[in-house]
């Protein structure tokens, strides 16, 4: 497997593997990296589909990537994905996955088309004291330590960072920085969590710095990412006869190790409440998708709280990689990220509106018709002083296809699970669906008194605990998530958000795709590239912008360098000028 860029081999379609005939291929788990790998097996491995299986232990495919309407709580989503327009190994196979609404259209196109007709865009990110605009006005508000801080982290080694937590790097010149609220409560980081995935993030998104006061640099899809995505990659499997076994759990994989060489020899599942086994050859191929951000996670509704468990139970996908990782170091770590739930728990809740008491409330701090079926929020708005660190959002509506026109679909989350709430005395992860809904509703601007009846007539409101969510955000060292492909492997490999590639980062859709990939086109040798993480970080014109817009514009004569520093720059500049570096530094209002 080898890395490209460009559009030479972007179009191009591979040959036929060697052996690929001769190939079966399992996978465990049906989430969006099983589903892809699924799809490249199909489309660039050229694998016949009825020996490609995909082995899930729920009735439901989609992992993570949900949103259902249930019959006893109503609509549900358990999160949300935000995207980029370089996903670059997501497009690659998006552009070969059929809409299911529109005949002779791609996913990618549909896309692609909702997005440039539909911007994305925020026109109010932050609230303060019950729904007014907490007046960030795009601006980070670092001070020059703390701009220089974000920097240091650029530029420290990964290994420098092992074992690190965020907090360790950054003093409060950052942590109480409009920076760092838009930072965690986009990408759900917490204090305590891993400056090395920190640093991998500023790096990935060096070329989005700009966008994130605003979510301009986002895109979503037109539904929730059950229907938009995974459904349309179900139809394109399903139409290629690749066979899914539900209520099929994975409790472990044996290998046969050598000093040299590893083998994957035997699944073992249970079916029907009965053990079994399927024996595997050197040609018989499997992926793994190790661990599971939305392990554990539990529903409650209206009227109940969503129960708090983080007990791992044997069968789960905790407890079959810690199986796993007995048999070889290479094999990673699971309780580095499963070891301390209360540093990776959050909870999120789906909020539906009934009648048209709450929208009103919803358009006085969007700025948009929320029925206009155009963007209405443009991500997520944080309330600032909320105890729970609340956000929330509603993105394009309808966001289910069943959804009634009169209703509106949103999510709300918070960082905080163990804290009493502002208007609601109690932590989240203690608070029904309802008592959710009465502590969004107060840091809307609803009226105190009429709070609890709008909570319980004008909304149903279903919460979801979520003990693991960011567990791969632990601080942790190299060896502590397997390779995609470990060294030695035979006929395995890792995939998801538990194993380790180059440069990407987790908790995104790419990284799920992007392990698929290189997982499919190491172990079949496929002649083609997979794409390699957009190089923004090499991109000169984006490193110069991202530190202008880090200063909140300001140019570097502006930045107290001290008097050596300033003489020193004087000095430089003159020898710059009438340059091209000159040129493009003025260009990018660096001076």
């Avoid at 349309?232 to 006869?241: G, R, S, T």
């Avoid at 110069?544 to 001290?562: C, P």
Wanted: net charge negative; proline share 4%.
């Amino acid at each position: 497997m080898y890395y490209s860029s460009g559009n030479y081999e972007a179009f191009a379609r591979p040959v036929k593997p060697e052996g690929a005939d001769r190939k079966s291929t399992y996978l465990i788990g049906s989430g969006l990296a099983s589903l892809s790998a699924a799809c490249f097996l199909v489309r660039d491995g050229q694998l016949k589909g009825e020996r490609i299986h995909i082995l899930e232990k729920d009735k439901l495919p989609g992992g993570a990537c949900d949103g259902y309407k249930y019959s006893d709580r109503g609509f549900v989503m358990r999160g949300g994905r935000e995207m980029d327009n370089h996903f670059e190994c997501m497009w690659d196979i998006m552009r070969s996955i059929p809409s299911i609404e529109t005949e002779g259209v791609s996913v990618l196109d549909e896309y692609y088309w909702l997005n440039k007709s539909d911007p994305n865009y925020s026109l109010m990110r932050a609230t303060v004291n019950r729904g007014e605009d907490a007046h960030t006005d795009g601006k980070f508000g670092l001070s020059d330590k703390g701009a220089m801080e974000i920097m240091h982290l650029f530029f420290t080694p990964d290994e420098e960072l092992f074992e690190k937590r965020i907090d360790e790097l950054f003093s409060k010149e950052v942590l109480n920085s409009n920076f760092w609220m838009y930072w965690r409560t986009m990408f759900a980081f917490e204090n305590w969590h891993s400056a090395l995935e920190m640093k991998r993030y500023i790096q990935r998104y060096i070329h989005h710095i700009g966008g994130l006061p605003d979510f301009k640099a986002l895109r979503f899809t037109k539904y929730n990412q059950y229907e938009s995505l995974i459904l349309p990659m179900m139809k394109y499997l399903e139409e290629h006869n690749v066979q899914f076994h539900y209520d099929t759990q994975v409790v472990n994989v044996e290998f046969d190790i050598k000093k040299d060489k590893k083998v994957a020899k035997r699944i073992v599942c249970i079916h029907e409440n009965q053990e079994e086994s399927i024996d595997l050859s050197e040609d018989d191929l499997i992926f793994i998708s190790n661990g599971g951000c939305v392990e554990n996670s539990s529903l409650g509704d209206q009227n109940h709280t969503a129960e708090y468990n983080t007990e791992i139970k044997a069968g789960s996908g905790w407890d079959m990689w810690r199986k796993i990782a007995a048999q070889d170091p290479s094999f990673g770590n699971p309780d580095k990220f499963c070891g301390d739930p209360e540093k990776t728990n959050w909870m999120s809740a789906t909020v539906t509106t009934l009648d048209d008491k709450i929208p009103p409330y919803v358009q006085n701090i969007c700025k948009r018709d929320p029925f206009s079926g155009k963007v209405v929020t443009g991500g997520i708005v944080t309330a600032t002083d909320s105890n729970w660190l609340l956000s929330w959002t509603f993105n394009r509506q309808p966001q289910f296809r069943n959804q009634p026109k009169n209703q509106l679909v949103g999510w709300i989350y918070g960082l905080f699970s163990d804290v009493p709430g502002n208007f609601v005395k109690k932590t989240m992860r203690e608070c029904t669906g309802k008592e959710i809904c009465m502590e969004w509703l107060y840091h809307m601007g609803v009226p105190e008194n009429q709070i609890e009846q709008l909570a319980e007539n004008s909304a149903n409101t279903v919460p979801c605990m979520m003990p693991y969510i960011t567990a791969f955000f632990m601080p942790r060292n190299t060896e502590d998530r397997p390779l995609v492909v470990p060294e030695g492997s035979v006929n395995f490999a890792f995939i998801g958000q538990f194993a380790e590639t180059k440069r990407d980062t987790i908790f995104t859709t790419e990284y799920s795709v992007r392990t698929g990939m290189e997982a499919v086109y190491t172990l079949l040798d496929i002649d083609r590239g997979v794409p390699e993480v957009w190089g923004s970080v090499y991109d000169v014109r984006d490193l110069l912008n991202a530190s202008v817009q880090l200063t909140d514009g300001k140019k570097i004569t502006d930045v107290d360098l001290g008097f050596k520093g300033k003489m020193a720059l004087k000095e430089g500049l003159k020898k710059l000028k009438d340059t091209e570096i000159e040129k493009l530094l003025k260009e990018y209002n660096v001076i």
